[in-house]
């Protein structure tokens, strides 16, 4: 079982910059690729960012692309989620999730964090 814990959330101003933690624990879990998601009210569920565990190879979705950069602490187990030049269609509730096989398509995920809530004002 691998259990993913966001933080980081909160209200920016747009053109700003907020970045979000995941820590990832469990029997396993150094195993698993850690990749992002977000969900706008009304809206489906969007891949954001892929970091591959073994590789370090990243994917990121067509619209947030240039803006946003996932990285790994080097314990491997907290990844990180920078997002820069805010704007209010960013506004989501952000999760986390485990995948063996690194992609940004959530059928695909094992498991999976609360999320955290990031509002982007304009």
């Known amino acids: 079982q691998v259990q993913l814990v966001e933080s980081g959330g909160g209200l920016v101003q747009a053109g700003g910059s907020l970045g979000l933690s995941c820590v990832v624990s469990g029997s396993g879990s150094e195993n698993y690729s850690i990749a992002w998601f977000r969900q706008a009210p009304g809206k489906e569920r969007e891949g954001v960012a892929c970091?591959?565990?073994?590789?370090?190879?990243?994917i990121y979705g067509a619209s947030v692309r240039g803006r946003i950069t996932i990285c790994r602490h080097n314990t491997k187990n907290k990844e990180f989620l920078q997002m820069d030049k805010l704007t209010p269609e960013d506004t989501a509730d952000y999760s986390c999730?485990?995948?063996?096989?690194?992609?940004?398509?959530?059928?695909?995920?094992?498991?999976w964090g609360k999320g955290t809530q990031v509002t982007v004002s304009s």
């Open positions: 999730a485990a995948t063996i096989n690194p992609t940004i398509l959530d059928p695909a995920m094992d498991y």
């Open positions: 970091i591959d565990s073994s590789s370090g190879r990243t």
